[in-house]
């Protein structure tokens, strides 16, 4: 609506004598600390939008990089001899929602790095041959500005008997493209499938009639694969394409790296904590929403912590004692960490410590800071140990792969550790062979991880210098720690058979290579005991961690027939009026004439059946808000249709088709 309604509130008139009645007013300002919060909303946003962008950029630059190429290489300007199409087939997945941000850069990066105009096509705009070159041409056309606008065009490519070419004639494209400096055109047809098998056929045997005058270059966005795509396509359309395939990278991928960079480095001041991440995951793969629907739900997740929770002004890294009232630090000693903590301390007998914790303020606020960049430290540690778990599994053979945020939900909420996960990583480290070994060290020092106490080097070199003596240069060195170092021998005693297991005797360079992988399993165990810790346990978690899901589920999850229910049966909820709340608690859900007239009567329609008698209704309705007063009665009238036509709009009622003054009715409470 362009317009939005206004209400004007007429006082009543006073009677002389009668002063006016004073209104209550109550003081809704804005907190001391709102300003504050609001900076370090701003500052903490900032580098988180900085590294998803960067992390998005990321997933598609190799892609688009080869698109652009693609579309650059081919030869400028119109061919006479009509060679084929110069096609992309670009598999982007089944994620729908995802392909319209891609193609959107991939439209940025052609006209950036090419001297081409990019014309996107979709199935929705395009329902059959003589729209889609409409469209196209349309679209084509308002690209590049010209000398000409749109009408000076149609003139200009009229025939020399006077008359004007159709809107979907490829000469007003012609004529357009004579007179831009552009060399190529790019058609880009975003979801394939949605298109007719005939449409996408005939658009190909049209384009390939054109290709002598227009040079057009065709990218085809593919969602199943490039095999099915050619099956619906005929012998005689595909001789006319000159294809390329290039292979997008899948959206999980791409989410997992987004939400990566959003929980790595020691710059993130807030992360999101177990429920809602794994809340956040689970709508994004149950209801294949895009790269934008996360990056949404993570900024609604950092406004609410940073604009409802008092304790969050603690973020703000420019934050001075004496912009923080009393009454803040009041509140944070009611939280559950700090309570925790002031129990630690008096287990360990630091009762100085808990007295200036409780009565000074300033030393409270001290307390504060040292503690928030330990526990950013703290989690820092916690991420980077996720991250070396997730390489050390795809760097270990014969391992079953998981993802970092799956790992991640797991450690946030203190189930990582001691996992059967984190025991099985630990074991295949320890019984791996030489050649295994050396790549799980060089899988650590290339992932530039700086937590790792241990020197990836010194055990490089060391593992160097055992290869390099060792006799048996064929086989790589094995540990004792593994399984097929051990045999089985079988002795007869007193006609019993006794089975005893023996270790295959080692050779020097074997023994040495297995102390070697045992001081390394030592160490990365004692890392990750010490680095896998549960967030919730640390203190001050609930400035460091943000976990609530009731926000995201009644913003991004909304259930607004439940919401109309409730407002129909319950007003008192929504009002806030002592009348609803009197004849509230009388008798249930008694009727009164205090109540709304859409409550009235939605309480009117639950006690009705499947058809309701409309004039039935409104004898009821009458009885409960009307009198005896003839212009009251117009007033109660207007009410109730009013009323009845608020049912309708909302999808509770509807006409009968069997009886005149009867209504359907469409919903039931509860179901």
């Not at 606008?149 to 004639?169: M, N, R, V």
């Not at 384009?207 to 490039?226: K, M, N, Q």
Request: hydrophobic content about 35%; overall charge negative; aromatic content about 8%.
């Amino acid at each position: 609506m362009e317009d939005k309604k206004c209400y004007l509130y007429a006082p009543p008139h006073l009677q002389p004598g009668h002063a006016p009645k004073r209104r209550r007013l109550v003081n809704t300002g804005r907190p001391r600390t709102w300003e504050l919060r609001e900076h370090a909303f701003h500052e903490a946003w900032a580098q988180q939008e900085h590294q998803i962008q960067d992390a998005i950029e990321d997933a598609d630059r190799s892609t688009l990089e080869k698109i652009a190429a693609f579309v650059s290489g081919v030869v400028p300007g119109p061919r006479p001899d009509r060679p084929p199409i110069p096609t992309g087939l670009v598999i982007t997945g089944p994620s729908i929602a995802s392909h319209g941000p891609f193609f959107r850069r991939m439209s940025d990066k052609i006209i950036a790095d090419t001297n081409s105009i990019f014309v996107p096509l979709n199935s929705a705009e395009c329902p059959n041959l003589k729209t889609l070159l409409k469209t196209l041409i349309r679209k084509a056309t308002s690209g590049l500005p010209t000398d000409e606008d749109e009408d000076e065009l149609l003139h200009s490519g009229a025939h020399k008997t006077g008359s004007k070419p159709l809107d979907y004639d490829l000469c007003l494209l012609l004529d357009w493209y004579s007179r831009t400096p552009v060399d190529k055109i790019t058609i880009a047809i975003q979801d394939s499938e949605g298109f007719d098998d005939s449409i996408i056929v005939e658009t190909i045997e049209l384009l390939s009639s054109w290709s002598d005058r227009l040079p057009f270059v065709l990218l085809f966005g593919i969602a199943t694969s490039a095999d099915r795509f050619q099956d619906r396509l005929t012998g005689a359309a595909i001789l006319l394409l000159e294809g390329e395939q290039f292979v997008v990278e899948q959206a999980e991928d791409s989410l997992e790296k987004i939400f990566r960079a959003t929980v790595e480095g020691p710059q993130v001041s807030l992360r999101v904590g177990p429920n809602l991440c794994r809340l956040l995951l689970e709508r994004h793969s149950d209801h294949s929403q895009s790269t934008q629907d996360f990056y949404d739900a993570l900024k609604y997740a950092y406004m609410c912590h940073f604009y409802a929770n008092p304790m969050s002004v603690f973020l703000n890294g420019s934050l001075a004692f004496d912009q923080i009232n009393h009454g803040t630090f009041e509140a944070l000693r009611t939280l559950p960490s700090f309570r925790n903590h002031v129990e630690a301390l008096l287990e360990d007998g630091s009762t100085r410590e808990i007295h200036s914790l409780l009565d000074s303020d300033q030393f409270l606020f001290a307390n504060i800071k040292q503690h928030l960049e330990l526990g950013q430290t703290a989690l820092s540690r916690l991420v980077s140990a996720i991250a070396t778990v997730v390489v050390l599994r795809n760097a270990v053979w014969k391992t079953q792969q998981v993802r970092y945020s799956s790992l991640y939900i797991r450690s946030a909420s203190g189930d990582l550790y001691g996992s059967p996960l984190t025991r099985e990583t630990l074991l295949m480290v320890r019984k791996a062979s030489s050649d295994t070994f050396s790549h799980v060290l060089a899988s650590l020092a290339s992932s530039g991880h700086s937590g790792l106490p241990m020197d990836i080097g010194s055990y490089q070199q060391a593992l160097a210098d055992l290869t390099e003596h060792s006799t048996t240069t064929s086989e790589p060195l094995k540990s004792h720690y593994d399984i097929q170092s051990n045999t089985l021998r079988t002795t007869l005693v007193a006609q019993k058979v006794d089975l005893s297991k023996h270790k295959s005797t080692l050779s020097k360079q074997d023994a040495a290579y297995s102390d070697l992988v045992g001081r390394f399993h030592d160490e990365l165990e004692a890392y990750l005991t010490e680095a896998l810790i549960d967030p919730h346990s640390l203190y001050l978690s609930e400035i460091l961690l943000y976990d609530l899901k009731s926000p995201h589920n009644e913003v991004f999850a909304p259930k607004p027939r439940f919401a109309i229910e409730r407002a129909l049966s319950s007003p008192h909820d929504y009002l806030n009026c002592t009348c609803c709340a009197e004849s509230k608690a009388e008798e249930g859900h008694q009727l009164s004439v205090s109540q709304p007239p859409s409550a009235i009567l939605y309480q009117l329609y639950l006690e009705s059946g499947a058809m309701l008698n409309v004039n039935d209704l409104w004898l009821a309705f009458n009885a409960i808000t009307g009198n005896e007063d003839s212009q009251a009665e117009d007033v109660t009238t207007s009410l109730f249709q009013r009323s009845l036509a608020e049912f309708k709009y909302f999808g509770l009622v509807k006409p009968s088709r069997k009886k005149v003054d009867h209504v359907s009715k469409m919903m039931w409470k509860g179901l």
